[in-house]
């Protein structure tokens, strides 16, 4: 048990070391995150906390608990400094996911459902992301989704029960993750090769 404790710990001490960096960006005007899409995010996150608990995930579903509070706390922000909040149908179609996924767990009362719904609204959210590092791959941090995916495969560790329920949505996250990381170093490898052939 104080194991699984020590990795959720170490879990949590790596959510803010990926998270607090973003943040100071938005507090100084470099980024302006979506508000629509970290809410929605905030509620996928969340919401996978209380079905991870109620699945036993114990210590290892802490980590997702705090990253889902501080995803609706970079909502906050993003509305305070009045960030994008261009709404799209896409956006909708996520948060009526989002939501619908609270009302299929309240009426089904079997979580993994709930997980499931979230964790495929949560990688539909990663589009938006891998578009534009496709066109632009040195608009996004390597470093910050390269801690995402340690986090998460902590989080898995950490995890005193393991099921579908708690161990999908992190290792499904961790797994886009490193997808887009992969992506990212390919696009920045094929630009630069293509840069430096025009140089020639």
């Given amino acids: 048990m104080r194991n699984k404790e020590l990795l959720s710990a170490v879990a949590i001490g790596l ?19 979506h ?64 939501v619908s996924s609270l009302l299929f767990w309240f009426l089904t009362s079997v979580p993994l459902w709930a997980v499931v719904i979230l964790t495929a609204v949560d990688v539909f959210g990663f589009g938006p992301t891998v578009r534009k590092a496709y066109a632009f791959p040195d608009s996004e941090s390597v470093f910050f989704f390269a801690l995402l995916t340690v ?5 898995i560790m950490a995890l005193e029960y393991y099921s579908a329920t708690t161990v999908l949505f992190p290792a499904v996250i961790a797994a886009a993750c490193m997808l887009l990381i992969a992506m990212i170093l390919y696009r920045r490898r094929v630009l630069a090769i293509g840069y430096a052939s025009r140089q020639t």
Avoid: C, H, M
């Fill in 15 to 33: 959510t803010f070391v990926a998270f607090l960096p973003y943040i100071r960006s938005i507090i100084k005007d470099e980024i302006q995150p």
């Fill in 35 to 98: 508000v629509f899409s970290w809410v929605i995010w905030g509620i996928t996150t969340f919401v996978v906390f209380l079905a991870q608990l109620e699945g036993d995930g114990g210590a290892g579903a802490w980590p997702t608990g705090v990253s889902g509070i501080i995803t609706f706390f970079i909502a906050l922000l993003a509305y305070l400094k009045r960030a994008d909040v261009t709404i799209t149908r896409a956006d909708w179609a996520f948060f009526i996911a989002a």
């Fill in 151 to 155: 986090r998460n495969l902590v989080s």
